[in-house]
């Protein structure tokens, strides 16, 4: 099978499977459509563009705007601001679901287990603008919820989408409250996998409950959270435009701006299409390099990885 396998699909195994690979079509297309067929447009980066011209009859300027963002004011600001949320967010949606899994496997009642499964990953279904849309009520300085407890207690009002230190903080723990039960769905599938005759004989041996977390379940399911680790690294740079967006106000804009946002202002607002391009395409060959070196320091510490 292996050395099959190392010969390439063969002429024969297509036609004899042809159902099988007609399923593969839409996928195929839709990649192929919406995902290869864009990338072409990566030439804007190095051309000034015209619309008369088009993007290949436009002329070539090299790597002027690459220049242009490195020489920018606000360029260290930026780097730093999406480096800081990104790994903050990073860390967080990467050990707490994958602690909330061991806890929530470890309830012996199928059906509380069932209701904490469902109470933790139903504010998944909730969109980005709902959920900013409630930051701005429960967070209002006069009217929300959170500021009457800070009454309550005696203390003073606090304006949290006015303060700059504030804003990585809303942005990351909304999105625990947001992911974190579907995220850790992921982790409970992979203890499901586990071999219970592996806790029965931890069990026999006089291990606790604590031991066999640690001896069982972690090391069960730690090569799922690596390969969860690589993935989310590869996309570290390119955390969620849309919700830093929505959050942001002339008094946080000093944190809230990140790479995302800052393309889609210099981009789109003030129609600086290949400038724009060109940040992306920056962007995402930072991705490029993080997921291979993470790959490759993954293989070597744990002997998992994606390639």
Known sequence: MA????RGI?????????????????????????????MGGIQLAFKRYSPVLGIWGSPFVGFRHFESFFNHFQFFQIIGNTLILSFYHLVLNTTIPFV?????NQIPSKRFKK???TVTYAPHFIST??????????????TGIVNHAIRFFGGTPYFFFGEEGAFRHMYVWSGIW?????RAIIYLAALSAINPELHEAATVDGATKFQRILHVDVPGILPTAIIILILNVGRVMNIGFQKAFLMQTALNVSTAEIIPTFVYKA????HRFEFGT?????????????????NRLARRVSETSLW
């Not at 603008?129 to 006069?142: A, D, E, H, K, N």
């Open 10 to 38: 063969k002429l024969t195994d297509i036609t004899n499977n042809w159902e099988l690979y007609l399923f593969l079509l839409p996928a195929v297309a839709f990649y192929v459509i919406f995902h290869y067929g864009p």
């Open 267 to 270: 981009g789109l607002l003030q």
């Open 178 to 182: 947001q992911n974190t039960g579907w």
């Open 115 to 117: 209701t904490i499964q």
């Open 100 to 104: 909330i899994a061991l806890i929530i």
């Open 278 to 294: 060109a940040v992306g395409l920056f962007n995402s060959i930072i991705n490029i390099l993080l997921i291979f070196t993470i």
């Open 129 to 142: 603008i709902v959920l900013v849309g409630m930051m701005y009520v429960f967070m209002s300085p006069s």
């Open 3 to 6: 050395q099959k396998f190392k």
